[in-house]
Nanobody
Framework: QVQLVESGGGSVQAGGSHRLSCAAS????????VGWFRQAPGSEREGVAT??????????ADSDSGKGRFIISRDNAGNTVYLQMNSLKPEDTAMYYC??????????????????WGQGTQVTVSS
């Protein structure tokens, strides 16, 4: 079993920065890969970025879901994964979820490949 707890959601002005945190615990292999996903009202859940908790290698979505503006990272122990969001836009408004899976899921950024999910944290960007 894997437990994921997100924190750091809130409201921010467009152009500002914000950081989300995800505390991961439980089965190390089942949570080798941790990713951030987001879902806006009326839209499908989409991948933003993933990271291998051990090596720290990262993958980012090719779509405009924060690429070039968002940075995923982890602490030295790999127990907390962060999403640093910069130059925020109103269209970044969404529920942000942390998710975990085995290593093969990392490069896919496909929500269907992730088995464990946090409760989500809301980020609202106002213009």
């Amino acid at each position: 079993q894997v437990q994921l707890v997100e924190s750091g959601g809130g409201s921010v002005q467009a152009g500002g920065s914000h950081r989300l945190s995800c505390a991961a615990s439980g089965d190390a292999y089942e949570s080798s890969c941790v990713g951030w996903f987001r879902q806006a009202p009326g839209s499908e859940r989409e991948g933003v970025a993933t990271i291998y908790r051990g090596a720290g290698n990262t993958h980012y979505a090719d779509s405009d879901s924060g690429k070039g503006r968002f940075i995923i990272s982890r602490d030295n122990a790999g127990n907390t994964v962060y999403l640093q969001m910069n130059s925020l836009k109103p269209e970044d408004t969404a529920m942000y979820y942390c998710a975990a899976s085995t290593p093969g899921a990392c490069y896919t950024l496909d929500p269907r490949k992730f088995n464990y999910w946090g409760q989500g944290t809301q980020v609202t960007v106002s213009s």
